[in-house]
């Protein structure tokens, strides 16, 4: 047969999973236990912990979308990381790239406190650079691309390339780009990471994350650990997800459409310093002229809510150096572009002319306001 697409997978996730009732949309198995016919015998579930049919759809369809052999939907993004992370030990090294998520930033940071794995960041320009960051002990390179907030993209099969060179497994955060904009593992990465409650899911209504791994031997070692830990997704987060997985592919295309405009419109206004928008996707980052913009601009906005997250249908506006960035010191983040002039944006599904409308109202009302520009 031929394979089938990936908009195909989506839309079909859970249908043809219960052939008793024959329902089309995939039951929620909320039963923690099951029923075992005789000593060694199962239905392949025990306990929900290990293995939950509601939540095996989902990772079915997540591995498939990401080109990987194996899947783990677990509570958050953020418990995703950790799990992967389960894979070092004390006098580990990681390498990472310093414009990455603020939480993950700060895992981090406690991770070296407490249990003395070390990490070092890399400015995302030069792979010489990367190169003097080598360590015997280092092992594994972390990433994100596009970089979050500044929105530069990485080379994936150059960093793979060095990342097999060194012996490094290379681990993506892939949120911001979803499978359908970038599939890491096919450029040759091992990890991929999802905070699935951005893109994903896409509704601004379910926490959840999400581990996709290439080779059969980390799954497995994901697989005992994920058991034994138990940050698994809950049933009802599972569907949830699904639900907004069967859309992924149309409120992507509707994402990028709308954020291309608005990047368009924002490039040609005057109270715009500069546009950070690697053209593709649904987010947009840009420095406003003068910092004391921003206050204004935000309670004048009537279409993007301010607020801290990302890629649900709802455009949003954040202000990353007290939101999504305030774990990084000042210091450190004006030292790489991160200032406080920068705002992001999260372009939603609405009418894009609404929310060009909505921004053109916003500058305006500020310039007079404060009486810059
Ligand atoms: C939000 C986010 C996370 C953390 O995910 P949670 O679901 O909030 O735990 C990790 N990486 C990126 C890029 C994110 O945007």
């Avoid at 899947?71 to 990681?94: N, R």
């Avoid at 794995?117 to 092992?139: C, H, M, Q």
């Avoid at 699935?196 to 059969?216: C, E, F, R």
Wanted: overall charge negative.
């Amino acid at each position: 047969m031929v394979r089938l697409k990936r908009e195909t997978i989506v839309a079909q996730i859970g249908n043809k999973k219960c052939e008793k009732t024959g329902a089309v949309n995939m039951p929620i198995y909320l039963s923690t236990a099951y029923r075992h016919e005789d000593i060694g015998r199962s239905t392949g579930f025990d306990y929900t912990r290990t293995g939950n049919p509601t939540r095996d759809a989902l990772q079915e369809a997540l591995a498939v979308l990401e080109d990987g052999y194996q899947a783990f939907a677990t509570s958050s993004g953020m418990s995703a990381i950790q799990l992967v992370f389960e894979k070092f030990q004390t006098g580990d090294h990681i390498i990472s790239i310093q414009d990455i998520y603020g939480g993950s930033f700060r895992l981090f940071q406690q991770m070296e406190a407490k249990y003395q794995i070390a990490f070092s960041y890399w400015d995302g320009n030069v792979i010489d650079d990367l190169t003097e960051l080598i360590r015997p002990e280092s092992k594994a390179l972390f990433i994100e691309t596009p970089s979050n907030p500044l929105m530069r993209e990485l080379n994936l099969a150059e960093l793979a390339q060095f990342a097999k060179e060194h012996r490094l497994l290379f681990i993506v955060d892939n949120t911001f780009y979803t499978p359908v904009f970038q599939r890491p593992l096919a450029q040759g990465a091992d990890i991929v990471i999802h905070s699935a409650t951005k893109y994903l899911g896409g509704h601004n209504d379910v926490l959840a994350g999400a581990v996709i791994v290439k080779d059969p031997s980390l799954a497995a070692f994901y697989e005992e650990t994920l058991n034994a830990i138990g940050c698994v997704l809950a049933p009802f987060d599972c569907w949830l997800l699904i639900r907004g997985l069967k859309t992924l592919y149309l409120r992507m295309k509707q994402h990028q459409e709308n954020a291309q405009a608005v990047a368009a419109f924002l490039e040609g206004h005057p109270l715009v310093q500069q546009v950070l928008y690697p053209g593709k996707g649904g987010m947009i980052s840009f420095y406003i002229q003068d910092e004391r913009l921003v206050s204004p601009l935000l309670r004048t906005l009537k279409l993007f809510t301010f607020a801290e997250s990302l890629g649900g249908v709802e455009s949003l506006i954040t202000y990353p150096a007290t939101q999504t960035h305030a774990d990084i010191p000042k210091k450190v983040r004006d030292s790489y572009g991160l200032t406080n002039q920068l705002v992001r944006l999260s372009v939603g599904i609405e009418a894009k002319q609404d929310l060009i409308n909505d921004l053109s109202q916003g500058f305006s009302k500020v310039e007079a306001e404060v009486g810059i520009g």
